[in-house]
Structures are given as C-alpha cells and as structure tokens.
C-alpha cells in the first residue's frame, strides 16, 4: 500500500464518485447506492488498470484546452474537406518511429491512439509493435512536429520518463 | 436569449454531423471515412449537447450531459481505432 496505490485510489475513487453524483443527482437514495457502487467500480478499475504510474493531475487540467481546441480544429478541417467539391485529400501511412511512443506504457499508448484519432489529419490504427500506425488525410500536412508532442505531453501526464526505464510497467 | 443559444448551437452541430455523413460518403476509403466519422460527429456531438445544457434545469442535468458528451468522446476515440486495426488487418497490412 504505497503512495502511488493512495494516490490512484483517490484519483479514481474522485472521479467516479462524480460520475456517480451527476448521474443519481439529487436522489438522495441513489447517491447513498454509490457508497457501495464507487467502491466497487474503482477495485474493478484497480484491477484492470494497476496503479503503475502517478496520474498528475494539473498536468492533465493543462492539457485539456489543448486537447479541446485541437478537436475542434481536427472537426471543422474534415467537415471542410468532406464539402469542399473539389476534395483536397492524399491519404496515406505515415512512419511514426518507436521513439515518442515506445516508450509508453499500454494504457497511455493506447490514449495517445484516442488523442490523436481526434486531431487534425491523423488516424491512429494500434501499433505494429514498437512503431505507432497512423493514417494521415493529407501526406503534404506537417505532423513529424506534432505527434512527438502529442507524446510527450501525455507522458508528462503520467510521470513517465524515457531515459528511464520502469522495470515491468 | 437560451431558446436563440439552443437553436444556433444544435443547428452547429447538425451541420458537423451532416459533414461526418457526407464524408463517409464521399471519402475514398476505409480509413477517411474513419476520419470524417470519429472527428466531424464528435464536435457534432459536442455542439448539440452544449446547445441543448441551454435548457438544461439544473447543474445536475448539465453535469449529465457533458458527461454524455466525454463518454461518447472516449468511445470515439477508441472505436476509431479498433475499426482502423481491424480494417488493416483485413487488408493484411499489419
């Protein structure tokens, strides 16, 4: 029971306690039902999950804007694409190397995927081992910037640092 | 002044599912329409949920609604690629 275990079992137990909230509010029966049900959801969670890294929450809370403004851009330049009559795309792969997301754990690696799914341009399809899939709309778009970034920040949100390797995470 | 947020904001987000719609339509594969679908209905998605918190009696309804709104977003994000793997594999490309 260290810090790191505290640590997500609040984290957790926080974030579905209000999810909870929002979705019983304001039976008073109901929340008094998630005494049991959160309890039981976050060992659910611990089990499928295990806390192997610190989530660090104001890291997350800076990311979201980010995250928020690039869905939108990701939203508004398909629906541009999908009416434009003459439609500018070039799909294709593109090589993402294992180096931004190697070094990531499953469940951030899988995330990452999500994140990028949603921005501009970019179609995650898993991994092919150490090498992340990404399918782009446009080959003539710039993203050997942006997916590296993308990768690194959601390692800063986890704690996680490449140039030190976490034994068995 | 809410009715007027409510109209514009869902009318927003119909145009974004109807850009989805036209591009799995249109788009030349597999993997653009995946693009058109996960990115334009999620701000649609988005739009229509911020348009109807506008009638929304109480926090605890807009609490659900955005809720919906980060559920579906999480599912997009993951279905997207689920669909994209499977479809690649299929095409025996991984």
């Given at each position: 029971m260290d810090g790191l275990w505290i640590r997500a079992v609040a984290h957790r137990g926080a974030m579905l306690g209000a999810i909870w909230a929002a979705l019983s509010a304001p039976d008073p029966e109901g929340l008094a039902l998630g005494l049991v049900a959160v309890p039981a959801a976050v060992a659910l969670s611990l089990r499928l999950l295990p806390a192997r890294h610190p989530l660090i929450l104001w890291r997350l809370a800076l990311h979201l804007p980010r995250f928020l403004a690039g869905s939108v851009t990701g939203g508004v330049d398909v629906a541009r694409r999908a009416f434009a009559r003459k439609m500018p795309l070039d799909p294709g792969w593109i090589d993402v190397p294992p180096e931004p997301s190697g070094g990531l754990p499953g469940g951030a690696r899988v995330a990452l995927g999500g994140e990028l799914s949603l921005m501009p341009g970019t179609l995650a399809a898993g991994c092919d081992g150490d090498r992340l899939l990404v399918h782009v709309?446009?080959?003539?778009?710039?993203f050997d910037a942006s997916i590296p970034r993308e990768a690194r920040e959601i390692a800063a949100i986890i704690g996680h640092r490449r140039d030190r390797p976490q034994g068995g995470a | 002044m809410a009715d007027l947020a409510t109209l514009l904001f869902t009318a927003l987000g119909l145009v974004f599912f109807a850009a989805g719609t036209v591009g799995l339509i249109r788009f030349p594969d597999t993997f653009s329409r995946l693009h058109a679908l996960t990115k334009a209905d999620n701000l649609g998605l988005g739009f229509i949920a911020l348009g109807v918190a506008f009638q929304a009696e109480s926090w605890a309804q807009v609490a659900r609604i955005a809720l919906i709104w980060v559920l579906a977003l999480l599912a997009a994000g993951a279905v997207a690629q689920l669909v994209a793997r499977a479809a690649l594999m299929r095409r025996g490309g991984a």
């Open positions: 709309l446009d080959r003539g778009g710039r | -």
